[in-house]
C-alpha cells in the first residue's frame, strides 16, 4: 500500500464517518424538538 492509498483511504473514511454522523443527527433532531415541546407544557 502506497502512501496515496492510505491518504485516500483515510479521506474516504472520515467521509463516510462525517455523512453517518450528520444522518443520526437529522434523526435525533425532531424527537428532541418534540421532547422539549412537552416538557415546557
Known amino acids: 500500500m502506497t502512501g496515496w492509498t492510505f491518504f485516500f483511504l483515510l479521506i474516504g473514511v472520515a467521509a463516510v464517518t462525517w455523512q ?18 412537552h416538557a415546557v407544557r
Open 20 to 37: 453517518l454522523f450528520r444522518l443520526i443527527d437529522l434523526i435525533e433532531r425532531p424527537s428532541r424538538r418534540s421532547h422539549r415541546r
